[in-house]
């Protein structure tokens, strides 16, 4: 029996709640076994982030170094790379061991609002990472903040943005809709030949730390399990509804708390 691996490569959350803490519990909960690399320590709560310490990025690509000559690395999925160095030491990385399927969530800011990118970062998200994703997962400002654009304001300008996007050289973008309005959350998977929408009802709960770092996480786990990425994306969509349906279970900070990664199981 073949065990599925998936590795995060991201920030770390002192809170749990987002980061590598969110992306392993998110694998876990998904029958994945996860490996991690960490770009970044945070101090941070369900309130803010008060402070971020960038790890080296010859440090980033000795843990990278050291998970792909053990461990068969089904996916990667991509958080928090930080700052350049991070984000070219990265690149090189992946592109010598060539994995099958990486998922770049492109983390520039916090639930709380907190910038967690570095500004001169941006551009080398776009020209380096980018083009090795198989799936990025921007929401509906990220989209926004890489082209150089407004917010998108109606379904034709998310379709557009998402092909804009495509066009920066990766195999598929999921727009994510969950700061948009309406009584339904609409993500947009835009691929070179069809645009794939998925709704689910928007839930009302200010518990949704974290959201944006698992839904990338489960579609990692799904690809690692050897799903399509239509498939992955459609029950990495339902099991991020179900996990912010079950949030309100928990009370954990004065904040925007945790979603239920484990919303399965208790």
């Avoid at 980033?60 to 958080?79: H, M, N, P, R, Y």
């Avoid at 799936?135 to 890489?146: G, Q, S």
């Avoid at 700061?179 to 835009?190: N, Q, R, T």
Wanted: hydrophobic residues 50%; aromatic residues 4%; charged residues 15%.
């Amino acid at each position: 029996m073949t065990t599925p691996v998936a590795l995060t490569i991201a920030g770390s959350d002192s809170s749990g709640g987002a980061g590598i803490q969110a992306d392993l519990k998110t694998f876990a909960a998904l029958g994945v076994y996860g490996a991690s690399v960490i770009t970044a320590l945070t101090a941070q709560n369900t309130r803010g982030v008060t402070g971020i310490h960038a790890v080296p990025a010859e440090f980033v690509t000795g843990q990278i170094d050291a998970v792909f000559s053990d461990l068969e690395i089904g996916a990667v999925k991509i958080g928090m790379v930080a700052q350049v160095a991070s984000t070219d030491a990265i690149a090189a990385a992946l592109s010598r061991w060539a994995p099958r399927h990486i998922v770049l969530d492109p983390v520039m800011v916090a639930t709380s609002g907190d910038r967690l990118l570095a500004a001169e970062a941006v551009d080398a998200l776009r020209t380096r990472l980018i083009p090795l994703a198989a799936v990025i997962t921007p929401n509906l400002p990220e989209a926004a903040a890489l082209l150089d654009e407004p917010v998108a304001a109606s379904e034709a300008e998310i379709e557009s943005q998402g092909r804009r996007l495509l066009a920066l050289g990766c195999r598929a973008v999921l727009v994510k809709g969950g700061h948009g309005e309406g009584a339904e959350s609409i993500d947009y998977l835009v691929g070179a030949d069809s645009t794939i929408t998925l709704a689910a009802p928007r839930i009302a709960t200010r518990n949704t730390h974290g959201t944006g770092c698992s839904l990338s996480s489960a579609i990692a786990a799904g690809l690692a399990k050897g799903e399509d990425l239509e498939n992955a994306v459609r029950n990495a969509k339902a099991w991020i509804s179900a996990a912010i349906a079950a949030a309100d279970r928990f009370s954990v900070g004065h904040g925007h708390g945790p979603i239920h990664h484990f919303h399965r199981f208790y």
